[in-house]
């Protein structure tokens, strides 16, 4: 069977109010465009129904780039027909045609959305029979429990939509309805997936990479921003402003004048300091990082509290009760992991023997010998800031 159409579904949208339902709708419509016309897929329109989405589109890739954007829970290649439930019945059997083997079982999945003349269990009935006598040959036998294929009946108010396959998409919210945030991203495994979680629950994206200078290379660099470039995949229609920090001359001083276990807390700290002034220039809601609770001596959560000290910002944490191994699996699906792990060196300021329970009079201490906000100015200075 040819599809040229694909239903698309949405999540948490629908449980919004009328008005920002329907721009939530618009905005998600809007991403869809962006993402089909980023990857090269043909399009007649996009039609919006309460609680579904429908794109007019046979190309055979859509479905699965649809799923990609942020907002859609699933989307299915379907075929189009009248309400009239001969007409229904029809494509249901040319479908079941297609899709069920020998001695296969086989159930029908029936919803109806609007004032129709049968129950949903009426329409799966009709249907089912009609699939039944088309295959009958084939010994099928109806299972509704476990069956090994699914046909799924939609009707609606002026059109009915049969399907066999459902791809599920990535859910969230559309991106662009809950305003920018400034992502600190270091190329390692943590920090893009914090920043796609992000982007997932709706945000714009701010990506700023704090470079090591002397302290790392230019591979750590590089990784930082092909992940940034990976992000940006799922970014349609989006610009991303991509902030390069001068970091190396920062972490000297805190080795040098500083007691050197706190390093690291230091180091987090300064990189508050100087993101929340490029938030507050592009006008951001908040931080992003990659932090997990107890990963690293600096997000244990002595030193997390330590790194928020006069800090007078929001700073979310969307890793922070996630283990490796589920962070590691969130950077498979979207693309990240392998470009995270390429060899680079990343920071050779560690400490060998770094704090982990660090003590906020020492540090309030030790802060005053350095000027901070003339190190966060310095490092503002020689920010270099290039768009993707």
Same mark, same amino acid.
């Given at each position: 069977?040819?599809?040229?159409?694909?239903?698309?579904?949405?999540?948490?949208?629908?449980?919004?109010?009328?008005?920002?339902?329907?721009?939530?709708?618009?905005?998600?419509?809007?991403?869809?465009?962006?993402?089909?016309?980023?990857?090269?897929?043909?399009?007649?329109?996009?039609?919006?129904?309460?609680?579904?989405?429908?794109?007019?589109?046979?190309?055979?890739?859509?479905?699965?780039?649809?799923?990609?954007?942020?907002?859609?829970?699933?989307?299915?290649?379907?075929?189009?027909?009248?309400?009239?439930?001969?007409?229904? +019945?029809?494509?249901?059997?040319?479908?079941?045609?297609?899709?069920?083997?020998?001695?296969?079982?086989?159930?029908?999945?029936?919803?109806?959305?609007?004032?129709?003349?049968?129950?949903?269990?009426?329409?799966?009935?009709?249907?089912?029979? =009609?699939?039944?006598?088309?295959?009958?040959?084939?010994?099928?036998?109806?299972?509704?429990?476990?069956?090994?294929?699914?046909?799924?009946?939609?009707?609606?108010?002026?059109?009915?939509?049969?399907?066999?396959?459902?791809? @599920?998409?990535?859910?969230?919210?559309?991106?662009?309805?809950?305003?920018?945030?400034?992502?600190?991203?270091?190329?390692?495994?943590?920090?893009?997936?914090?920043?796609? *979680?992000?982007?997932?629950?709706?945000?714009?994206?701010?990506?700023?990479?704090?470079?090591?200078?002397?302290?790392?290379?230019?591979?750590?660099?590089?990784?930082?921003?092909?992940?940034? @470039?990976?992000?940006?995949?799922?970014?349609?229609?989006?610009?991303?402003?991509?902030?390069?920090?001068?970091?190396?001359?920062?972490?000297?001083?805190?080795?040098?004048?500083?007691?050197?276990?706190?390093?690291?807390?230091?180091?987090?700290?300064?990189?508050?300091?100087? =993101?929340?002034?490029? =938030?507050?220039?592009?006008?951001?809601?908040?931080?992003?990082?990659?932090?997990?609770?107890?990963?690293?001596?600096?997000?244990?959560?002595?030193?997390?509290?330590?790194?928020?000290?006069?800090?007078?910002?929001?700073?979310?944490?969307? *890793?922070?009760?996630?283990?490796?191994?589920?962070?590691?699996?969130?950077?498979?699906?979207?693309?990240?992991?392998?470009?995270?792990?390429?060899?680079?060196?990343?920071? @050779?300021?560690?400490?060998?023997?770094?704090?982990?329970?660090? +003590?906020?009079?020492?540090?309030?201490?030790?802060?005053?010998?350095?000027?901070?906000?003339?190190?966060?100015?310095?490092?503002?200075?020689?920010?270099?800031?290039?768009?993707?």
């Amino acid at each position: 069977m040819d599809f040229h159409c694909v239903m698309v579904r949405y999540g948490e949208i629908g449980i919004k109010s009328e008005q920002i339902r329907a721009k939530y709708e618009r905005l998600l419509v809007k991403n869809i465009e962006a993402m089909l016309r980023e990857n090269g897929i043909p399009f007649e329109d996009i039609v919006r129904e309460r609680g579904r989405i429908f794109v007019l589109s046979g190309d055979r890739r859509a479905p699965d780039i649809i799923a990609r954007v942020f907002g859609v829970v699933s989307s299915s290649p379907v075929a189009v027909t009248g309400t009239d439930i001969k007409d229904v +019945q029809g494509t249901a059997a040319a479908l079941g045609r297609e899709t069920i083997g020998m001695n296969s079982s086989f159930a029908i999945r029936a919803r109806r959305a609007g004032d129709q003349p049968y129950t949903s269990q009426e329409i799966g009935r009709m249907c089912g029979d =009609a699939v039944f006598e088309a295959v009958r040959e084939r010994n099928p036998r109806v299972d509704l429990k476990g069956p090994d294929h699914e046909i799924f009946v939609e009707m609606r108010e002026s059109r009915s939509y049969v399907f066999s396959k459902i791809i @599920k998409g990535v859910g969230g919210m559309p991106m662009g309805s809950q305003g920018k945030m400034v992502a600190l991203i270091s190329g390692g495994i943590d920090s893009p997936v914090a920043a796609w *979680l992000m982007m997932r629950r709706g945000c714009d994206l701010i990506p700023v990479f704090f470079n090591n200078g002397k302290f790392s290379d230019k591979d750590y660099t590089e990784r930082a921003m092909d992940t940034i @470039k990976k992000l940006k995949e799922w970014a349609p229609g989006r610009t991303f402003k991509i902030y390069e920090v001068p970091h190396g001359d920062s972490l000297r001083e805190f080795i040098d004048r500083g007691n050197v276990k706190y390093t690291c807390v230091f180091c987090k700290h300064m990189m508050y300091r100087t =993101a929340i002034e490029i =938030a507050k220039k592009e006008g951001a809601h908040g931080l992003i990082t990659g932090s997990s609770l107890g990963q690293v001596a600096s997000q244990t959560s002595d030193n997390l509290m330590i790194e928020h000290y006069r800090i007078d910002f929001p700073i979310y944490h969307p *890793l922070i009760g996630l283990d490796k191994n589920e962070i590691v699996e969130i950077a498979r699906k979207i693309g990240t992991y392998d470009i995270s792990v390429r060899p680079a060196t990343c920071c @050779k300021a560690v400490p060998k023997h770094p704090s982990i329970h660090g +003590q906020l009079e020492e540090i309030e201490r030790i802060e005053a010998d350095f000027d901070m906000k003339a190190l966060a100015r310095r490092e503002l200075d020689g920010a270099v800031m290039t768009t993707l």
